[in-house]
Nanobody, 115 residues
Framework: VQLVESGGGLVQPGGSLRLSCAAS????????MSWYRQAPGKERELVAT????????NYADSVKGRFTISRDNAKNTVYLQMNSLKPEDTAVYYC?????????WGQGTQVTVSS
């Protein structure tokens, strides 16, 4: 299993970013996918989850109405569109699939929201 995130960077408050996670090594369309984030000194937290055919999407309260998770099963890719970004959204964002005993994580992509 390999998960490779991209799209992070530095953005001003109120700005937008789109994260991507390219997956390989498993049947992508068979699994729900999630985005997590971890800010310095804080525990990793669940940001959003999407079911395997996009019928269900769940979000952390802190990002509802601002973030949108989506996926393209033909491209084996999951996305996180982040709008109206706030300084408190600053974190390393990770892609995750609950496959196997422990699941699998990407390497993470840094998102920094600062003026």
């Amino acid at each position: 299993v390999q998960l490779v995130e991209s799209g992070g960077g530095l953005v001003q408050p109120g700005g937008s970013l789109r994260l991507s996670c390219a997956a390989s090594g498993f049947t992508f369309s068979s699994y729900a996918m999630s985005w997590y984030r971890q800010a310095p000194g804080k525990e990793r937290e669940l940001v959003a989850t999407i079911s395997n055919f996009s019928a269900r999407r769940n979000y952390a309260d802190s990002v509802k109405g601002r973030f949108t998770i989506s996926r393209d099963n033909a491209k084996n890719t999951v996305y996180l569109q982040m709008n109206s970004l706030k300084p408190e959204d600053t974190a390393v964002y990770y892609c995750y699939v609950a496959r196997g005993v422990l699941g699998s994580w990407g390497q993470g992509t840094q998102v920094t929201v600062s003026s």
